[in-house]
């Protein structure tokens, strides 16, 4: 036998699952059509939070274990993810016909309140959301003045009052990387690029035809993860032929990203009078994120792109709050994901749950788990999860391990970031401010790896702009299975967002000529 576990999709849940499994002892594989993190996974918000609007649907144990998850994930890797505070400004005024069951008990039971969130509520949930989960790191809920506070100076003046509260940021596309590497650390083997064409159940195990780099071939494994995201039900039915009644429902999330709007590095929570919410979020020094939109996407295999009224509507929703308007021209880049929810029959996307569900389907052999929804903030405990619904089919497995295990890189404590930048730039004066804060925050203890024995910035090889370098790369290319210049520019790093066309034509023609066995070295 190949394997004891075999993963289909390199999403974050792909991924997590791979680490848990290998970290336990199993004989694990994975396979990825793309790159890594090349789909749901690199479009996310970028948040670890708990879903504070999910509370109105009383997702309530989803909620809980959201934000259990923070902290302990925070520790894991506090080079990709930080404490970040978010600001909702409370507008009494503002209305909107939204289908949450609380809106509904609002209307029946308060019709002079109709479309209206009160104030009570707000800090009913803000008030559950700071005690559900545990706290140990992060601050919780305050108000804060508007009209006195540097928060208040991006928004209109009717805003007088806020409130401020903890979540996470998270680099999303790395954070799969890392896992990735981690998985393949303790034995995985990880397989890019490689698309499982068939899979078929022959009494105790799983013949997998697998299509890659180095042509066709088959492998065996004792169980199959379908963790194929937006392809999960492609999988179920036209790859490995097994009959389920579970879906999903796919939803595209759409995202801006314009010029720096706020000088703060705080982000904005706001509330839209259609009932839905949108985040304003410090981005990449320079820029602010802006969304997310939730609309049908039928077709996996469509590439999502966001359209031009969703980006008119994140564009509109953002100048209800902000003084100074914005406009379709302010934004410098789009990105849009789909995300494939559990199908749970609610009337519309806002409402589907983002809690996931785990199914097996043995048929008297060989078990195959589908993975349906799920959300970044909580993919560690589903790959615990995953493993619980495994278990029963190989013999003492070993205990859950993988929880405030530092991620490659990230064995330091959360509050040494600004030390560790500044002994960088120390140890290699040639870096500016910027570069050494990207690369700690990207790499965090390895960054010296990358840099080695450098004296100067023409020690580190090629120099593609913007703080890339051919040190970078190739430690990309050998060490997190980055191929092409899409994958570092736009999963690896967001520094698409400062290159030009030519220059990433460039990296692209480098990275395709680089002997890898030279690279390797």
Sequence with gaps: MDYDIFVIGGGINGAGIARDASGRGLRTGLAEMNDLASATSSASTKLFHGGLRYLEYFEINLVRHALAERETLLRAMPHISWPMRFVLPYAPEMRFEGETPTSKILNVVMPWMKGRRPMWLIRLGLFLYDNLGGRTILPGTKTLDLTTGPEGAPLEDRFKVAYEYSDCWIEDSRLVVLNARDAEARGADIMTRTRVVAAHRTGDHWTIDLDGPDGARSVTARALVNAGGPWVGNIIHDTVHVDSTEGVRLVR????????????????????????????????????????????????????????????????????????????????????????????????????????????????????????????????????????????????????????????????????????????????????????????RAYGTEARDILGDAKTAGDLGPDFGATL???????????????TAEDVVWRRTKLGLRLDADQIAALDRWMAEADFSTLAK
Excluded at 269 to 298: K, M, N, S, V, W
Excluded at 424 to 438: C, E, I, N
Excluded at 469 to 483: I, P, Q, Y
């Design 253 to 440: 999330g759409s995202h801006i990203v314009t010029r720096r709007l706020f000088d703060h590095d705080k982000a904005y929570f706001f509330q839209g009078e259609d009932g839905r919410i949108i985040f304003a979020i410090p981005y990449e020094t320079d820029f602010t994120l802006i969304g997310t939109t939730d609309a049908a996407h039928e077709n996996p295999d469509e590439k999502p792109v966001c359209t031009p009224e969703e980006a008119q509507y994140l564009v509109d929703f953002a100048n209800g709050y902000f003084k100074d308007d914005i406009s379709t021209d302010d934004i410098v880049w789009t990105y849009s994901g789909v995300r494939p929810l559990y199908d749970d029959g609610a009337k519309s996307a806002t409402a589907a749950t983002r809690d996931y569900v785990l199914k097996v389907e043995a048929d008297g052999g060989a078990p195959i788990l589908n993975i349906f929804g799920g959300k970044i903030t909580t993919y560690r405990k589903l790959a615990e999860d995953a493993m619980d619904k495994l278990a029963p089919y190989f013999d003492d497995l070993p205990p859950k391990w993988s929880a405030g295990v530092a991620m490659p890189g990230g064995d330091f404590p959360v509050e040494d970031v600004a030390a560790m930048i500044a002994g960088l730039q120390s140890d290699y004066p040639f870096l500016t401010p910027y570069w050494a804060g990207r690369l700690i």
């Design 469 to 483: 370098t051919g040190a970078e790369v190739r430690w990309l290319m050998t060490r997190e299975f980055a191929r």
